[in-house]
Each structure stands twice: as C-alpha cells, then as structure tokens.
C-alpha cells in the first residue's frame, strides 16, 4: 500500500500561483509514475498531468501547458505541481495518484494509488 498525501492547496487571485505538494509513503518512490488529477463541482475528474517514474517523460492536458510544471524529489517521496497564472476555471479539488512503473496513462485507471485531495480555488 502507498498513501499519498497533498498540500498547498488554498485561495489564490487569478495571475497568481500555487505550489502543490503529494508526500508519497514508500520507500520505492523513484518506481511510481505519479499523476495528477482535478476535479471541479459538477465536473469528472480530469487529467492535468503526469511524469514517469524514471521522469524521462512528462506531460500535461492542453489547457495548463505553459502555465503547470510536475516535477519529482525522489530522495523527499515528493512530487510537485507549480501551477502559474491561474485561472478561475483551474479551480477544483486537486489530487494525486500513483502507478508502480505505470505508463503515464491520461486516465483516472492508470493508477492504483490516490490521495485524499487538496481544493484549489482561483478567485478575486
């Protein structure tokens, strides 16, 4: 079992920025491709974006290119999402997920390992 746990979430001006945290229990962390994942009020869980497990691939959903960074500290049992120039329609409740040597798959059965989730809110 692998418990993941955000933070960093909370209540930002649009422009601004936020630096979300997932501290992962295990100690095989550098074998999880590690996703993550956001869900608005109304809305299916979505795809933001991943990074492999050796982190020679990473990728993100068309709407937070340029603006969403994923990287990973593996000596931390860390993975992070800097997340610039926020939009209000980027809030909702953000979570992460993890896949031992997954394939960095854009969908929510990609990954067996979920946290609890952090709310992300964009608004003046």
């Known amino acids: 079992q692998v418990q993941l746990v955000e933070s960093g979430g909370g209540l930002v001006q649009p422009g601004g920025s936020l630096r979300l945290s997932c501290a992962a229990s295990t100690r095989t962390f550098s074998d999880y491709t590690m996703g993550w994942f956001r869900q608005a009020p109304g809305k299916e869980r979505e795809f933001v974006g991943m990074i492999t497990w050796n982190a020679d691939s990473v990728s993100y959903i068309g709407s937070v290119k340029g603006r969403f960074t994923i990287s990973r500290e593996n000596v931390k049992n860390t993975v992070f999402l800097q997340m610039n120039s926020l939009k209000p329609e980027d809030t909702a409740v953000y979570y992460c997920?993890?896949?031992?040597?997954?394939?960095?798959?854009?969908?929510?059965?990609?990954?067996?390992?979920w946290g609890q989730g952090t709310q992300v809110t964009v608004s003046s």
């Open positions: 997920a993890a896949e031992w040597h997954g394939l960095g798959l854009s969908v929510a059965r990609g990954y067996t390992y």
